[in-house]
């Protein structure tokens, strides 16, 4: 009983600490989800929220309720949301690819850097992140418009003589993407990279492999649950991107993203949002356990070497 | 280093000189006497100065600012609690359920974020009447929310690194655990509390759709007033607050690094 | 060791026990890190758990300090139980073998804390870090910081810090692991005496058994989860209970034979392996035909002018010889292709060596000087 007596604070403080954050979470980022997909199942309507509830009436014990699956019909069948769904992927999709692409490097070079250089290396690369995300958005603007800075450039060395519609295009678009989120995959792939084992490249070395061969097959290999891990955490957040098409892309960018926004704030359907946001939920969660799992690889081999 | 990797700098020189462009771009136009932003016009710090009166824009700012230092400290320890629960506890009921639900925020688009705590306040309004309203309280709630998962994160890093048996030591000497994690955890994991509480700053600082979900009249944050002005173009008032913040957060990402690299040179062996 | 002052304090420790390890085991899953060991240490020894990696020794003592619950047992401390007693309220204290220094305190600080959580009044607190550092001989580093310091520096802190409450008990774990071996001479020295002068019982784990053997008043020989053999060096050594606790300390010659006759406490063992018959004086009663091992240690082995055909003697060809300065071990072909090793201590400075390679030998030992194994 004695021992007892003494165990209990440690039990009661341990429960304690995982319950508080627990209950937060639950309340304020589980609850929304389960809101959100209530009141996709509802009707848009002119009121104050504007959407009916489910419990239409209660009258001398008659309850009635309204399940509005029309949301979820209208998604399958207009064209529109199918190709904007289809538009978040393709851009996801390439500009995960292409922050890989010059990702890897960089985390590489950073990586492989003498000692000494590698914490300013890692600054340069951090400050951008700190500095304001929608104003580095916006600058693209400047330079990519019209009269922006890359036309003028073009133009003042007579390469072209009209200037190039570089705004509001897909272009625009994945330049921003990539802008924005190379920061956000540079990092912790050179937390993958550091943590590889350089004895076994080494060893490699000395049984007669060229330092390209021990890359491809040493290195990449090695790295590759961390290139995934990385990825996934620049492919699940452009999936739902808003401003970055909202500023850089035009009327044809279609993303969901986009979309979610006019509908909400312009349409007023908050059913129909939150049946997107839905559908875009479901989509997420085969990557998200993706990342989770080559998350937990790449750290367990850490942990190994 | 140049010759060791070639192919791998240049890529980094170019990926670099890719992340900075823009940022020199907005500083430089700042100074534009004209107000066409990208058509130089001359030399001017009238944008400035324009920037100084503008009250609603620095209200703003003043309400960023609050929200931010407010949601960085309430991150802290919800992160800080998170974290520990999952580094130090995972034998608990509810471990995995937490490991997903502070690793989720992290990834989920914020728009999925913002709508779904939108529908979570109005429902609770009308259910049991708080929080009433939409403004400063909700949008703290929601910063709140995904910037703990940033922190648990860092947190949760710096403890998997740190050495047990120093708190093993500290129990052998007789210490509870309640003072050992004050007086020894603790300020071993201060760099990563500090870490995030920066991170969680920023993110509130920067954060536009969540905001623009959960807020309400009279609750305008900075970003918001930034993204209604450049939706109608290029602003060059913005470009002057954008070079004001580069400055700060350069100051302070030069600052931090030379605290760093001095502690780091400050292991001697005798 | 003993130190000259203290022989006679030394050769018998108190023999008041202060731990009481009754049936204790420790599971991991479905390994037995700790299998049933039940163990007795006196108040006042040098007491070391010795055996190779994987044995459970530091496992047996993490459960002394408390960061171990075990599964099944008991664990008394000066008669109270202590098994579900938390670390921070036994009186007993631990050295760790990575030092686990506080970073963000000075030596002084790191001394003081466990001071600290007893509410010790600061004067007191402060004479007694003062007495610790002077102890430990590290007087002047009292205001550094642990990664100013060397590695020796650093252990010296580390016991100053565990021994500063006075504990009942010092547990180390593998205390000189890290340090070299003169180093590692030294501060062995240094041990036993702060041991003696405080009196306090030590339990150390080492897998070194020079170490074991140079410091402690008793060892416990661990091996999977058991406890093989627990007793003196000089027991230890001279005495071993098993095969495996032979091969473990020191060198040792094993030879299997099967009992011919056991009479007055003289065992004669037929053996092929070494060419000869065995005679060996042992006390406990072995019936004719039982298969033995008979261990026979390096020194005990003397070279003879001629080879004679009786127990205990045998010839062979030298094979390899290991000079060591002090002595030499010399490797022997016996007929029966079984190998023996003596060892000769190089009395004389001689530019060459009496025994060469190739060369026949005829040795021979006393039945004293050997023991009958039956595990």
Request: proline share 6%.
């Amino acid at each position: 009983m004695k021992q007892l007596h003494r165990l209990l604070p440690r039990i009661a403080s341990g429960n304690l600490i995982t319950a508080i954050p627990w209950f937060w979470l639950a309340l304020f980022f589980l609850m929304p989800f389960l809101f959100v997909l209530k009141i996709s199942l509802s009707e848009a309507a002119l009121a104050q929220p504007p959407f009916l509830d489910w419990i239409q009436e209660i009258e001398d014990g008659l309850v009635t309720i309204q399940l509005n699956f029309g949301n979820y019909l209208l998604l399958i069948e207009d064209d529109l949301y199918l190709a904007a769904f289809w538009g978040s992927f393709e851009i996801a999709v390439i500009s995960t690819l292409l922050c890989i692409l010059l990702g890897y490097p960089m985390a590489y070079a950073i990586a492989r850097a003498p000692q000494h250089w590698r914490l300013p290396l890692l600054m340069l690369v951090i400050l951008p992140f700190w500095t304001s995300f929608l104003l580095r958005v916006y600058a693209w603007i400047g330079i990519l418009k019209n009269n922006g800075l890359v036309n003028q450039l073009l133009l003042t060395l007579g390469i072209i003589d009209q200037p190039l519609t570089l705004l509001h295009t897909p272009v625009a678009v994945y330049i921003g993407v990539v802008y924005s989120y190379l920061p956000f995959f540079v990092l912790p792939l050179y937390a993958t990279l550091t943590r590889l084992d350089t004895t076994l490249l080494q060893a490699a070395a000395d049984l007669g492999a060229r330092p390209w061969k021990q890359f491809l097959t040493i290195t990449l290999p090695q790295s590759l649950p961390g290139v995934i891990a990385g990825g996934m955490l620049v492919f699940i957040p452009v999936m739902g991107e808003f401003v970055i098409p909202d500023l850089l892309g035009g009327p044809d960018t279609l993303m969901i993203g986009k979309l979610m926004w006019t509908e909400f704030f312009s349409n007023k359907d908050w059913p129909m949002a939150s049946a997107l946001a839905t559908v875009l939920l479901l989509v997420l969660i085969l990557p998200f356990v993706l990342m989770r799992h080559y998350e937990q690889k790449a750290s367990r081999q850490a942990q190994e070497s | 280093m140049f010759k060791r990797h070639p192919f791998a700098t240049t890529v980094l020189l170019l990926g670099l000189a890719f992340l900075y462009l823009p940022m020199i771009s907005l500083v430089v136009y700042s100074f534009n006497e004209s107000r066409l932003v990208t058509v130089w016009g001359g030399f001017s710090s009238k944008w400035y100065s324009a920037l100084l009166d503008n009250k609603p824009l620095l209200s703003a700012a003043w309400l960023s600012i609050k929200i931010g230092a407010i949601n960085a400290c309430l991150a802290v320890l919800l992160g800080t609690l998170a974290a520990l629960a999952l580094v130090r506890f995972s034998d608990r009921r509810g471990h995995k359920s937490l490991a997903i639900m502070s690793a989720a925020p992290l990834v989920i688009p914020e728009i999925i974020i913002g709508l779904s705590l939108l529908l979570l306040f109005v429902s609770m309004e009308r259910l049991i009447g708080w929080p009433a309203g939409r403004g400063q309280l909700t949008i703290l709630l929601a910063h709140v929310t995904f910037s703990m998962a940033y922190v648990s994160v860092i947190v949760q890093s710096r403890l998997n690194h740190m050495d047990r048996s120093l708190e093993e030591a500290a129990l052998d000497l007789g210490a509870r655990p309640v003072t050992v994690f004050f007086t020894i955890t603790l300020p071993m994991i201060a760099p990563a509390l500090a870490a995030g509480w920066l991170l969680a700053f920023t993110l509130s600082m920067d954060d536009l759709v969540v905001a623009s979900f959960v807020s309400g009249p009279g609750a305008t944050t900075l970003p918001m007033m930034i993204y209604s002005s450049v939706r109608l173009g290029v602003s060059p008032q913005i470009n002057a607050l954008a070079s004001i913040i580069i400055l700060l957060v350069a100051l302070a990402v030069l600052i931090t690094g030379l605290l760093l690299y001095r502690r780091q040179r400050q292991l001697p062996h005798p | 060791m003993t130190t000259p002052n203290s022989a006679a304090a030394l050769t018998l420790p108190d023999e008041q026990p202060i731990v009481q390890i009754d049936k204790l085991t420790k599971t991991f899953g479905t390994t037995y890190a700790v299998d049933d060991i039940s163990l007795t240490i006196n108040k006042g020894e040098f007491f070391s758990l010795l055996g190779a990696s994987g044995c459970g020794k530091s496992t047996l003592l993490r459960m002394l300090a408390g960061f171990e619950t075990p599964s099944s047992g008991r664990i008394l401390i000066d008669g109270q139980d202590v098994t579900a007693v938390p670390p921070y309220l036994r009186p007993v204290n631990m050295m760790f073998q990575n030092y686990a220094l506080f970073p963000h305190m000075n030596v002084a600080q790191n001394i003081a804390y466990g001071l600290k959580q007893e509410k010790m009044p600061r004067a007191a607190i402060r004479e007694r870090v003062q007495e610790m550092l002077a102890l430990v001989q590290i007087d002047a580093l009292a205001s550094r910081k642990p990664d100013q310091l060397s590695g020796g520096q650093r252990q010296r802190v580390a016991l100053a810090r565990a021994l500063a409450k006075h504990p009942k008990i010092l547990l180390l774990d593998e205390p000189l692991g890290a340090l070299d071996k003169k180093l590692r001479e030294q501060t062995q020295f240094e041990l036993v005496n702060i041991q003696e002068r405080l009196g306090i019982t030590f339990i150390v784990v080492t897998h070194d058994q020079e170490e074991a053997m140079t410091m402690s008043s008793r060892i416990a020989l661990m091996r999977d989860g058991r406890i093989e053999q627990v007793d003196n060096p000089r027991r230890m050594y001279e005495f071993p209970a098993s095969r495996y606790a032979a091969g473990f300390i020191g060198s040792v010659n094993l030879f299997s034979g099967q009992v011919i006759s056991h009479d007055d406490d003289l065992v004669q063992i037929h053996c092929e392996q070494a060419g000869c018959e065995l005679q060996v004086h042992h006390s406990q009663p072995l019936t004719p035909g039982m298969d033995v091992t008979v261990a026979i240690r390096p020194e005990k082995i003397a070279v003879r002018q001629q080879h004679q055909n009786e127990a205990n003697s045998t010839q062979g060809i030298i094979q390899e010889i290991a000079y060591l300065g002090d002595v030499s071990i010399y490797h022997v072909e016996l007929a029966s292709g079984q190998r023996l090793q003596f060892t000769q201590p190089n009395v004389q400075a001689l530019a060459e060596q009496p025994l060469t390679w190739g060369q026949q030998v005829a040795i021979h030992w006393s039945a004293f000087s050997c023991g009958v194994l039956t595990q």
